[in-house]
């Protein structure tokens, strides 16, 4: 079966009771029993739901993995992966990657004990020599955020099969229609939901996928545990927004490479980051404080917001909305300039966003 109709069908089975094409929403908390110790497959909705299940289902079908777990939100997932660590434990992450996830690195785990040393992503051999008798686990991005760029995740993938240590791979940016790094050799795929997968900016969530049960049960337990799960609808939300990924990221895709055209062409444009696929761009704009407020200001389609991936084409500043949490100076050594724009391309008209770039530029 090939992605699209994956996509569609699996874990989207027409109900059994009704015949309803479309997985139903089961709002509900709890579940009967047919007597003490029998359930009927379902306990407590924070333990497993069955619209939650058609989810994890169906996201491990895309990243073409055997195990899905889907949680809260994007941070949530991140967290599930952590919990395989133990104080002490020694990580190896990227230095370009999202700011939420440094935060959570140095702020929330760093206080519980877990050492992270940041290497050049794009450089595979930085990862193996910084991997000492306590690492435990690599982290990826690929593409970054909020520089785009590409990891070889097959190489890194090898790096860490000979020293016995784990690879996670955050595939948000690029989606399982682009890139699924199981095949590649990680050994577990995060996801923000909230981003590609649900696709129009109307949920949070996130997901973890593995093929290796052991990890599986692991994160499972502390899915259950900690609780940290989406609720039904948010579920379904997703479900809906998986059937048009591969449609959606083709025009994300195509408007992307379009407009990153543009942009290596504009006087204005002091540099672009664009890895060649999918719908996110970036680059560094002439002129400073002023020049940034002024574009922002003037942009008619593209939205000024937090997030992306969705629909709508949305327009960010990293330093201060999505790498906040970044000290300035740690920013700056990781090339998050103070002119640094994030573009994520919606689905709308190429040429009318081209325009309002054009316009805004001006």
């Not at 090939?2 to 015949?19: N, V």
């Not at 100076?329 to 103070?338: A, F, N, Q, S, Y």
């Not at 640094?340 to 391309?345: D, H, N, Q, T």
């Amino acid at each position: 079966m090939r992605f699209e109709t994956k996509a569609i069908h699996k874990g989207q089975e027409p109900d059994k009771t009704t015949g309803a094409v479309t997985v139903p929403v089961y709002q509900t908390s709890t579940y009967l029993q047919d007597g003490i110790g029998k359930p009927r497959g379902y306990e407590y909705s924070r333990t497993g739901n069955p619209t939650r299940t058609a989810l994890e289902t169906a996201l491990a079908a895309l990243e073409s993995g055997t195990y899905g777990l889907a949680f809260s939100s994007g941070v949530a997932a991140t967290a599930a992966v952590l919990e395989l660590l133990k104080p002490g434990d020694h990580m190896v992450a990227g230095d370009d990657l999202y700011g939420g996830t440094y935060r959570l690195f140095e702020k929330v785990y760093g206080k519980w004990g877990l050492k992270t040393t940041y290497v050049r992503c794009d450089e595979p051999a930085a990862f193996k020599r910084a991997i000492g008798p306590s690492t435990r686990l690599i982290w990826l991005e690929s593409p970054t955020n909020p520089l785009l760029k590409v990891c070889d995740i097959r190489a890194v993938a090898r790096i860490a099969r000979r020293a016995g240590i784990l690879l996670a791979v955050d595939n948000t940016f690029a989606s399982p229609y682009l890139q699924r790094p199981l095949e590649l050799g990680a050994d577990i795929v995060v996801h923000s939901t909230t981003k590609y997968l649900g696709g129009h900016s109307d949920l949070v969530g996130g997901a973890v996928v593995t093929s290796d049960r052991t990890l599986y049960e692991l994160m499972k337990f502390h899915q259950n545990a900690a609780g940290a799960v989406p609720g039904p609808w948010d579920c379904w939300l997703v479900l809906r927004g998986l059937k048009t990924l591969a449609v959606r990221m083709r025009q994300h895709q195509a408007n992307a490479s379009h407009l990153a055209r543009f942009l290596k062409r504009h006087p204005r444009a002091e540099r672009v980051y664009y890895p060649g696929f999918g719908g996110m761009v970036s680059l560094e704009l002439a002129g400073g404080r002023k020049a940034l407020d002024r574009f922002f200001s003037r942009l008619r389609i593209f939205i000024l917001a937090e997030s992306l991936g969705g629909v709508e084409s949305l327009v960010c500043y990293p330093p201060q909305m999505t790498h906040g949490s970044l000290p300035r100076e740690e920013r700056l050594r990781r090339g998050i300039t103070d002119n640094l724009v994030r573009l994520s391309v919606g689905i709308e008209d190429r040429q009318d966003l081209l325009e309002d770039l054009k316009q805004a530029l001006a």
